[in-house]
């Protein structure tokens, strides 16, 4: 794998640098049970997001050359020539590989966005925020770990950091006069930005499964990601690690449906709080209790 990190500058004193937020256990039959799910819109607000989300798909499609099987499908019987319908539209490693990191260095910026405002909103009220920060910033940190990961086994090229540069700066900036506007519509937009994440990987563990993509059939995992996750010994394949990744982003679409129901200002993060009954199936930092579509307000308040 080629590494696109340059060499560590000589620290001699320090042996390791733990992360500040350790990665809670996965099982693989809890990795195994993530399905691609749908909350369908309600209100306006949903709406928007919907859209925005279906927009964003679109623009990440053509600028990864992105298909779906139909399309392959629908291309070799309008051309059979296999070198038309490979160059265009069937998927293999390094374009698997650069539509991860296209979405990985975008996803990393809603967290951190939501994260910061509240902050800054928790400092001019004078007032608690109730949990979310936390669990915002995390998730950021989360999503630029999915991202070192991949950039571990591929170099992108001029193209593709031009790309990442403005897409960021615009997603960036739109992100932040949103979350000013509507933080609901925000937290609805990033779970449904999450269920694409969560279908994007599942279409391409289907791709290892069907052996479209040898050269992932026995590839380890980067050592980072070992870390990282704790992935255990004889569980470190490429297959391995797409399941650990898929299950942060149905994770991450939880969280944000979840945050899209509550009252933005007042209500508590259900995921970092204790409940009294704790017998009841309730909300967590892990993927045991993990509902595809969020929890409803009355639920968890």
């Not at 500040?20 to 209100?43: G, N």
């Not at 925005?52 to 053509?62: A, I, K, N, Q, W």
């Not at 490429?238 to 933005?264: C, F, P, S, W």
């Not at 970092?272 to 045991?288: L, Q």
Request: with cysteine; proline share 6%; hydrophobic share 40%.
């Amino acid at each position: 794998m080629k590494d696109f990190f340059a060499p560590q500058t000589s620290a001699p004193s320090i042996k390791v640098t733990e992360p500040a937020w350790h990665h809670p256990l996965y099982t693989e039959e809890q990795m195994k049970s993530i399905k691609v799910a749908h909350r369908e819109a309600k209100m306006w607000s949903d709406w928007v997001a919907l859209a925005m989300v279906r927009l964003l798909r679109f623009g990440m499609d053509t600028a990864t050359f992105y298909r779906h099987d139909k399309a392959v499908v629908k291309a070799v019987q309008d051309d059979p020539k296999p070198a038309n319908r490979r160059s265009w539209f069937e998927m293999n490693e390094r374009k698997w590989l650069v539509r991860f990191v296209f979405l990985e260095s975008v996803a990393g910026v809603p967290g951190m966005v939501g994260g910061m405002l509240r902050h800054l909103h928790s400092l001019r009220r004078m007032k608690r925020d109730n949990g979310w920060i936390e669990t915002l910033l995390e998730e950021a940190y989360n999503e630029r770990m999915h991202l070192l990961t991949f950039l571990k086994m591929a170099e992108p090229g001029f193209f593709m950091r031009a790309m990442i540069v403005g897409a960021q700066g615009v997603f960036f900036n739109g992100m932040f006069l949103s979350y000013l506007i509507s933080p609901r519509t925000c937290h609805r937009f990033v779970g449904y930005l999450e269920e694409e994440a969560v279908l994007t990987y599942t279409r391409a563990i289907a791709d290892i499964d069907a052996g479209r993509l040898p050269k992932w059939k026995s590839l380890e995992a980067p050592d980072i990601a070992v870390r990282y996750w704790n992935m255990p010994e004889g569980k470190r394949t490429m297959k391995d690690l797409l399941l650990y990744i898929r299950a942060d982003e149905a994770k991450h679409r939880e969280v944000n449906h979840t945050l899209g129901n509550l009252e933005q200002k007042q209500d508590p993060n259900p995921f970092v709080s204790t409940y009294k009954d704790g017998e009841k199936p309730h909300p967590s930092k892990g993927i045991e209790n993990i509902r595809p579509i969020g929890w409803e307000r009355k639920e968890v308040i």
